[in-house]
């Protein structure tokens, strides 16, 4: 049972918790093997190395609303400086003579020209704060007279200037003496029910660029479809927590670097996050955000307890400098049997996994940290589908790290064996798991995998120079590939040479840099995914594309797959459709073959962009310029093999 109380302590405080008892709870080594048991082992030289970096997933440098990034500086702002939507109703107001002339009286002799309005820009002159009578007439000017507004029910945006600073919400505790809307109140550090006038309220689109920083419970059991904050630094606990049913898809926090705990909690309708100042995120920040598909936050340092839990959906996440991840951060992600949810998780700063961080990603597979020093109990548990573990600076393991893993085949470790607990391994299976290591087979002499000793341990080679794979650069944003200028076809005297293949047979082809897999339809995109012997027939057939002329040139190759569908590229993304007889998808489904970075296998390059070939991200196929770099080429190649029957 996942534990959705509220936090009792914040990320920062867990972190150095996990740091500063790590030695308590994981610093034993495990049972010295018996002679028998190691002879047992394998300790035969592995021919590569470790996993390699899968690169940041490409959708966060071309989609625009995940890679946006910009710095905004407060200057005090009047009528006509910004540019508004039609049927915005503008107002300046004198907060320093609120008491004289309030700002409901002044709306109420608007009304006539409100009502043909759809929002309202209030610009305040005389400071920068607005009292709560102010603020409760502008949360209650579009909601029915009846409910204490104006009756100005068209009314569904608000834009307020020079506004710096705003009132919080008041917890809804049992002693606080607020009936809350006649709902219990759960006390508590952050209850989900606060009091802040928002409830109800007729905005949907609101616009606070020149807030300083959100307080405590500020916009809880909010109904907003979207938000603009440009100049806020914080976000406080439960600060827009618990809105299930507001329509808030998108969030772009450009300047916030602490966000609170339970900040957005529950809002349910969430598809991206960007954050990309944010460095600590508290406890249950994100949790319950059903819908959510990308997370971003390129800063960050510290993400608490539950941070992402119950993301159903989430297919990706950017979070290079990561460095704690709290309990529960990652859980129930995914469902594999409809291939959604988060596939290689990459986490190249990682040091600590609390307890039950990364566990029920349904469709797991890689997981990458090659910084990660510890694993605290059940960290890595209960993901159904993972084969692989790459983390080569592993030195301490709590119990139970990968249990309930039956796919998991290779934990990539380093030089010296980690101190481990002595249930570090139970619940994993020997039959599949082996544990790669690069010291000397001296120093692993005597470690036992504890709680599961007939774990294979075989010594690899050592791991490349630390070196990040090149990752995507921006991918230009097109609806449809244009046709190429007369001039930009391919060259034979300034492309490498051709590589051939034979035409009319199917074949499956396999990607080189990564462990057996293959190239697939998955949901109309082509992808890679392991295919074995022993998958049902249906599932080998999906890996089997018939070689065809080219339909731009009959001196390229087009790939067939298996229910007819061709593969092409469109706005740069590899993916599989029906030939519809245009130019443009001829030329997008035509492609050269080259020499690959191995004697067997070959890039293929496009017909109509003849500098960009096929190259493999985080298991996704994308065109992309060419690059004169080793692990570029690997990425870029596959080897053509017969297809499994």
Known sequence: MIDKSCANSSARHLALTALATAVALCGAPGPAASAAVRTAIPAALHGGTGLPDPGTDPVFSSDGELSRKETYTYRPSKPGD?????????????????????????????????????????????????????LRAVQTAGNAESAGGLGLTNLNRLHIYNLRSLQGGTECTPDSGLACAGQIARGGRSPYLWYNGWWGSWVRHLVLDDLQDVKPGSFSNHNFASVSLKAARTVGAMAFGHGPYAKLSVLYLPSVTEIGA???????????????????????AFDDASRLRYFNAPELESIGRNGLNDSHVLEAVNLPKLRYMGIN???????????????????????????????????????????????????????????????????????????????????????KPPAQDAAAFTGADPAKLTIYYTGDTSAWASFVPA???????????????????PSAGPLPAQTSAPNPPATASPSPTSTPAPAGLPTGVTRSFRSLDTPPLFIQASGGFARLAAIREDDPAAARQRAGLRIVPGLADPKGYSFVGPDGRYLRHKNFRLRFDLRDGSSLFNKDATFYARPGSTAASVTLESFNYPNRVVVQRNRQLWLLPRQATAAFRAASSFQPVLPLR
Do not use: M
């Open 82 to 134: 910004h540019a508004l939507p039609s049927g915005t109703f503008l107002l300046s107001y004198d907060v320093s003579q609120a008491s004289r002339h309030p700002l409901k009286a002044q709306l109420v002799k608007a009304r006539a020209e409100l009502a043909r309005s759809t929002g309202i820009a209030l610009y305040l002159t005389g400071g920068t704060a607005l009292n709560d009578t102010d």
């Open 262 to 284: 339970n900040a957005f909690r529950r809002n349910q309708y969430l598809t991206k996050v960007n954050l990309p100042r944010v460095r600590t995120i508290d406890d249950f």
């Open 329 to 415: 951060c990652f859980d129930l992600n995914g469902d594999a049997a409809a291939g959604t949810g988060v596939k290689v998780l990459r986490l190249p700063s990682l040091q600590t996994l609390d307890k039950n961080a990364i566990v029920h990603l349904a469709s797991l597979k890689e997981l990458y940290a090659p910084a990660l020093t510890t694993a605290w109990h059940d960290s890595i548990s209960g993901n159904a589908s993972l084969e692989s573990v790459y983390a080569p600076s592993l030195s301490k393991l709590g119990p139970r790290v990968f249990a309930q893993t039956p796919r998991l085949r290779a934990l990539y470790l380093g030089q």
């Open 451 to 469: 709680g599961n000793p007939t774990i294979k341990l075989v010594k690899r080679n050592p791991d490349t120079a630390p070196s990040a794979t």
